[in-house]
């Protein structure tokens, strides 16, 4: 079955720190992956996508099949980053719902 | 352009009773999920539903059930609560049968079971 780790609760940089939220996925087949986020008394949003390769709010995620990882980067952190992040996979057959991570909440401190 | 919204917002329940909760999906999306988020855990894949058939289902027993109604707008059903069952129900809706990627979550029912 497919899984998705998010191994820290909890990330606390400085603003101007560079961030990396990691998230290691299991799955055999060709997934697609995403970030979500949820900002304070907000609803749970899109980031970003791998099949798009873009940089949204300066974040950024690759793909790395062979390390099965699809880490979020940010080269400095500001104050509005400060979140609740999900990494979450597609499954290319079979059900395309998403399957979540438990999240990590990033803290960006002035 | 009309969001997801979700009803109610909050609701407490005991073990053995039955729950409703809502969902209008946002406007010009036919397919709408239902996932349960724990607390400290992401959500949770319950269901989906596109043009009012369930397509897709996660590991949840029977008594999580639902439908979807003409206008696209949602609910799920849970019997015979239990303990476990207490958690945000969150209610997101896209277009597209099977093919979802991006979803747009509502804020959520929180339901409590003593």
């Not at chain 1, 940089?55 to 099949?65: H, M, V």
């Not at chain 2, 919204?5 to 909760?21: A, C």
């Not at chain 2, 707008?73 to 209610?91: F, I, M, T």
Request: proline residues 4%; neutral net charge.
């Amino acid at each position: 079955a497919q899984r998705v780790t998010q191994p820290e609760k909890l990330l606390s940089v400085f603003k101007g720190a560079p961030v990396e939220l990691k998230c290691n996925y299991s799955y055999s087949g060709s997934p697609e992956l995403f970030w979500y986020v949820q900002y304070s008394r907000q609803r749970l949003q899109l980031l970003l996508r791998h099949i798009s390769r873009e940089s949204i709010k300066g974040f950024t995620a690759d793909l790395n099949k062979g390390e099965t990882s699809f880490h979020l980067k940010k080269p400095f952190a500001q104050e509005e980053d400060s979140a609740m992040y999900y990494c979450a996979l597609k499954m290319d057959t079979g059900r395309r719902a998403l399957t979540f991570g438990s999240g990590t909440r990033l803290q960006v401190q002035p | 352009e009309t969001g997801v919204t979700q009803s109610p917002t909050h609701l407490i329940k005991t073990r053995g009773q039955q729950v409703t909760l809502r969902c209008s999906s946002q406007s010009g999306h036919n397919t709408v999920s239902w996932y349960q988020q724990a607390l400290g855990q992401g959500p949770q894949f319950i269901f989906q539903y596109y043009r009012e058939e369930e397509n897709g289902r996660g590991n949840f027993p029977p008594r999580f059930s639902g439908l979807q109604f003409p206008n696209y707008s949602s609910e799920l059903n849970v019997n015979a609560l239990e303990l476990d069952d207490s958690a945000l129900y969150l209610c997101a809706s896209t277009m597209g049968g099977l093919d979802t990627g991006e979803l747009f979550f509502g804020e959520g029912s929180r339901l409590t079971v003593l």
